[in-house]
């Protein structure tokens, strides 16, 4: 067996010098086999069977999608031997409303009810101008009459015309009457096939991708058409479901990775094998080139400085910087992770059409022990909420994106996780909790003035914060409060001795902010103080936001 491989727009090889100059065009059918979808755009990869005489010929694969990236398709496949790719072309063709065998069908079934409604209208024409007859010789009966008695005919001859007369008529409007209900379903039909014709996407320009081979001898086989296109992307969302160790077990966490998909390149992928990559093939793929800044001393033209030229120095600057600015067009999966990508293989077949939206697809889902907590930040709300604190041992780092938060099978709302490193802690929060109650009050606050020579401004404020555990068991809870800093050596923010020594300052490095952590007792009610005294120059104002 060998591999046949072409890559880029074209490539040529020479073959036998035998072969026929005249290359034969050969349609052939494909199907998409599998996409790759990366952040933004994706790569899709059709089979191409084909059947061969010796001598030149030309695979011709129709209707691809224009937005495809030429440079970046691929022909590669394997062939019995004697087999050579010349050359590949894609061109663009016109929309051909004619080419789409659905929409062809659903004219020609319109066309076929449109037929037998004409055929209707005759009959119905038909029909009236019978039932015009009849009523004509109605409207003659008592003419007729008066003749028949003066001629000795009798009465019998008149009942057995008038008989004759009525049945014909009551033939006629049944006639009429049928081919009315014929009518109404026709056109009920008509209405519905209409509908399905509009539904169907409107006739696109697409490419042609030609294919020019050789072979020494009749071969077949199958080629793999490969091609990049940028109407394609995938971004990360989670489902994570939060056990509380209600039900007498551990607190954990499930974090389930999905993926939404959405694709509008103008080609339906059914059943396609899916692969999900991080890579980011549009993204550029090497750092921009930086140009260097020359300093010199600026020049004046004190006569007419708006018509002055620029210095050669300042000229090639502009230039260099118009060209960098130029430069700067501005069922789960199973996991493959390599040191610079992470691919999600979807089991099983995907189906995803065309400009229909997003389809969410389960990729990866991993349980973990969790540490179970209720915050507080009673200056901003009186709320509580319960938060849970966990590592994934998985390799794959967890991409940003949104998150729909269970807790205790209950949905209590999304948020948006951060990007995490593999082994490093991820928090998030699972609601309200309305058996922890918080309260801050402001107990006092105290401005004035000290000393004589140089006095003093002081503003001293006390807070109380109330922690109510109603829970049966003992929870662990974390209040968040703050205290002004100063970075200004005349203004000394002071703790003062009543307040509560907080276990953490300065959380995640925001300076003034504070936090109390301790482990209530179930029913446990405990008092925080966060008392402090700023002073200053009386001389100047200070200011704080509350």
Sequence with gaps: MRRALLSGVALSSLVAAA???????????????????????????????FSLPAGAATLLVPDLPVGIDSSSIRIEGVTGGGLEIRSVETRQADAEPDSDPERVALLDQ????????????????????QRSFIDNLIAEVPTGFAELLAAGNGVAS????????????AEVNETLRQIELQRRDLAEEL?????ALDALPAPRPHLEVRIEVGAAAAAEGVLSLAYAVGAASWQPAYDAFLNTGDDGGEPGVELVRKAEVQQATGEDWSEVAMVLSTARPSGGVKAPELGGTLVSFQQTYPYAPSAAPMPRDAVAAQEM??????????????????????????????????????????????AADAHVSIVS??????EAYLQASFTLESAAAVLAGNVSLFRDGAYVGSDSIAFTNPGEEIDLGFGADDQVKVTLTEISRQTGTQGFLSSTGTDERRYQIEVVNNHGIPVEITIYDRMPYSENEQIVVRRLPSATAPTEENVEDRRGVLAWTYEYAAGETRTI????????????????AE
Excluded: C, M
């Design 377 to 382: 930040t009673p200056r901003v709300s009186a």
């Design 158 to 169: 008149w009942q057995s015309g008038i008989q004759a007369i009525g049945v014909a008529l």
């Design 321 to 366: 910087a118009g060209g960098l600015a130029g430069r700067f067009d501005f069922d789960e999966a199973k996991a493959d992770f390599g040191n610079f990508r992470a691919d999600y293989i979807i089991e099983g077949p995907v189906t995803i059409t065309t400009d229909t939206g997003e389809r969410s697809l389960r990729i990866a889902s991993e």
């Design 191 to 195: 209405a519905d096939l209409h509908e």
């Design 19 to 49: 072969l026929p100059a005249v290359a034969q065009d050969i349609p052939v059918a494909t199907t998409i086999e599998a996409v790759t979808v990366y952040p933004q755009g994706a790569l899709v990869t059709r089979h191409v069977p």
């Design 110 to 129: 319109i066309q076929t009810v449109e037929d037998q409604l004409a055929v209707l209208d005759d009959r119905s024409r038909a029909a009236e101008g």
């Design 529 to 544: 103080n966060n008392d402090f005294v700023v002073s200053w120059p009386s001389n100047q104002n200070v200011y704080w």
